[in-house]
């Protein structure tokens, strides 16, 4: 079986994607052997599991205009 290095962009696009993905797969092993390894990746993961947590403990909420621009500028940038 040929096995490929796995780039930031794949496991960024993983993590969003597949999140409900059975993580002994093949793809998780490898993402977990390459965020050891790359701080940026580990830094987004718990940037995403921080994100995730604080929405949860919020039952409805509500942005401000302002506030609502800015959200969407930055993930225009992404």
Do not use: F, W
């Not at 290095?5 to 794949?10: E, G, M």
């Not at 701080?39 to 401000?64: E, F, H, I």
């Amino acid at each position: 079986m040929k096995r490929t290095r796995i780039h930031c962009k794949n496991v960024a696009q993983h993590i969003c994607e597949n999140l409900d993905e059975d993580l002994n797969s093949q793809k998780c092993r490898r993402i977990r052997k390459h965020l050891e390894k790359c701080p940026n990746c580990a830094a987004y993961l718990d940037s995403l599991k921080k994100t995730v947590s604080l929405y949860k403990r919020v039952k409805n909420p509500r942005l401000t205009g302002k506030t609502r621009l800015r959200l969407q500028a930055v993930l225009k940038l992404k």
